[in-house]
C-alpha cells in the first residue's frame, strides 16, 4: 500500500510560478514511474507529465511542455513539478500517481492550483 500527499497548490497570478510535491509513504520495494495529472472543473483528469525509476525519461503534455518541469528525488520518495508562466488555463486539481507495477497504482488526493490576476 502507497500513500501519496501533494502540496504546493494554491493561488498565483498569470505568468507566475508554483512548485507542487508528492511525497510517497507505505509499503513498497520501489515505485516506478511516477506522474502528475490535472482534472479541470467540468473536464475530465488529463495527463500532465511523467518521469521515468531513474529520472532519465521524462514526457510531458504539450500544453504544459517548455513551462512545467517534472523531476523526483527517490531518496525522499518524492516527486516535484516545477510550473512556470502559469496562465489561466492550468487552473485545475493536480493529482500525482504513482506506478508500482503494471497492475498497482496509486494516486494522491489532489490539490488544487488556481491561476487569476
Known amino acids: 500500500q502507497v500513500q501519496l500527499v501533494e502540496s504546493g497548490g494554491g493561488l498565483v497570478q498569470p505568468g507566475g510560478s508554483l512548485r507542487l510535491s508528492c511525497a510517497a509513504s507505505?509499503?513498497?520495494?520501489?515505485?516506478?514511474?511516477m506522474g502528475w495529472y490535472r482534472q479541470a472543473p467540468g473536464k475530465e483528469r488529463e495527463f500532465v507529465a511523467t518521469?521515468?525509476?531513474?529520472?532519465?525519461?521524462?514526457y510531458y503534455a504539450d500544453s504544459v511542455k517548455g513551462r512545467f518541469t517534472i523531476s523526483r528525488d527517490n531518496a525522499k520518495n518524492t516527486v516535484y513539478l516545477q510550473m512556470s508562466s502559469l496562465k489561466a488555463e492550468d487552473t485545475a486539481v493536480y493529482y500525482c500517481k504513482a506506478v508500482l507495477s503494471t497492475i498497482a497504482s496509486y494516486w494522491g488526493q489532489g490539490t488544487q492550483v488556481t491561476v487569476s490576476s
Open positions: 507505505g509499503s513498497f520495494f520501489s515505485i516506478n514511474s
Open positions: 518521469i521515468s525509476l531513474s529520472g532519465t525519461y521524462t
